[in-house]
């Protein structure tokens, strides 16, 4: 054993004074490796979701808490939760997974605010956030104001409802969990708002164990049972409980617990490797300096700054995105 | 020596590059991936254009460059897409 980790890790004249593991066959058993492991989480994750999959907590009340926790912050007026603005979210998100699309604009040409005409809510000024694959409320939310554009929705003092719809699917062939926020004012009652038939894509309704509440379909609530609920919400004071009301089930949180979230397991056995492979290339190049070697050889170096530049690189990549 | 010094404050700046480029593209990582690749691809060529300078150019240390570049952009295919 003592021999082997010598002959791999340190440079020896059983491994022609190079480390093996940066010997060229074995650099090239790394690529194979990575191909192999990146292949292997998606057949697992395919096989078994509930094992290794993406660990996913974004509900609709903590959205809201965090929207107005921002906005008090600024000094502005708590925002409502409004049904009609939820289903024009909701509806946004399914036709986001129908057409398979990531964008403002459908490719259609139907744009965010034809889906809040279609709801029912009469706006003089509206707006509309995206997000999609973070694993937490507070990091949409973190990330929208850490956008100058997605902030300015958040904290615009005009705004006075706010709908949300967090929806699970597949977006260009990648699991996604999408989150739609809509802010209007000058809404109509929602009395008169009619009842939007949707249909919970397929994707999304069949996703592992995401979806919580036990309230009926958007597309089965009337505006009668909106309506009280959403007129007496106090989203500061007691935030949970009427949401639950006004939202519907299938849009108002995807929650999902496997026993391995995939992004930490990648990223942590690519960063675990990266390390290695610097630890190794630093070893050999001391023990060559050292020794005066000469030896036909990449240099170390400028490896172990290409690796240190890619671990920098690699810690700024965000699951999540904003649009 | 003082070429050795020039070389790799070019190194330097193609990864420094590298970094600011991919941080700027939080929101896409289609280009993050595309920033990867082309600096994996500038640092094997400035391997091969060192090691020709130094003297000591040899398909072994062209394949090791590859290689290394190969690494970098499975693992960020890794973190990126899965």
């Not at chain 1, 010598?6 to 990575?34: E, T």
């Not at chain 1, 690699?314 to 999540?320: C, E, I, K, Q």
């Not at chain 2, 990867?36 to 000591?56: P, Q």
């Amino acid at each position: 054993m003592h021999q082997f980790l010598k002959h791999f890790f340190l440079p020896h004249h059983s491994n022609n004074h190079r480390a093996k593991a940066l010997h060229i066959d074995s650099l090239l058993c790394y690529v194979l490796l990575f191909a192999i492991f990146n292949l292997g989480i998606r057949i697992v994750h395919r096989e078994f979701p509930n094992v290794l999959g993406y660990a996913t907590d974004i509900r609709v009340d903590a959205l809201l808490a965090s929207t107005n926790a921002e906005r008090a912050s600024n000094g502005l007026s708590a925002l409502k939760l409004n049904g009609a603005l939820s289903q024009a979210a909701a509806a946004k998100a399914q036709d986001m997974f129908a057409n398979d699309y990531w964008a403002h604009n459908s490719p259609q040409g139907k744009t965010p605010w034809s889906f809040i005409v279609g709801s029912g809510y009469k706006y003089t000024i509206a707006g509309e956030n995206l997000a999609k694959n973070f694993s937490t409320s507070g990091g949409v939310v973190s990330a929208w104001m850490a956008s100058p554009t997605h902030r300015e929705n958040i904290v615009k003092p005009g705004y006075q409802d706010v709908g949300f719809a967090v929806v699970n699917g597949t977006l260009n062939g990648e699991e996604t969990t999408l989150v739609v926020q809509m802010f209007g004012a000058g809404g109509a009652p929602i009395a008169e708002v009619p009842p939007v038939k949707t249909v919970i894509p397929e994707s999304a309704a069949s996703s592992e164990k995401p979806i919580v509440a036990e309230v009926p379909q958007l597309g089965e609530q009337t505006a009668e049972e909106i309506v009280p609920v959403a007129k007496s919400v106090d989203v500061v004071a007691s935030p949970v409980a009427p949401i639950s009301s006004v939202l519907s089930n299938a849009f108002s949180a995807v929650t999902k617990t496997p026993m391995f979230n995939i992004p930490t397991v990648t990223r942590d056995i690519a960063f675990m490797f990266i390390g290695l492979i610097i630890g190794v290339l630093i070893i050999d190049g001391l023990v060559v300096s050292r020794k005066k070697i000469v030896r036909v050889a990449g240099h170390n170096m400028a490896h172990i700054l290409f690796f240190v530049a890619f671990f920098i690189a690699l810690t700024m990549v965000r699951r999540g995105v904003l649009l | 020596m003082k070429l050795k010094y020039v070389n790799f404050i070019v190194l330097g700046i193609i990864l420094a590059s590298g970094i600011f480029t991919f941080s700027g593209a939080q929101n896409d990582r289609t280009i993050q991936l595309f920033v990867g690749i082309a600096t994996s691809i500038a640092y094997v060529l400035w391997g091969m254009i060192y090691h020709a300078l130094e003297g000591d150019l040899h398909l072994k240390v062209v394949i090791e460059y590859s290689l290394v570049g190969a690494i970098a952009i499975i693992l960020l295919l890794t973190i990126l897409w899965t």
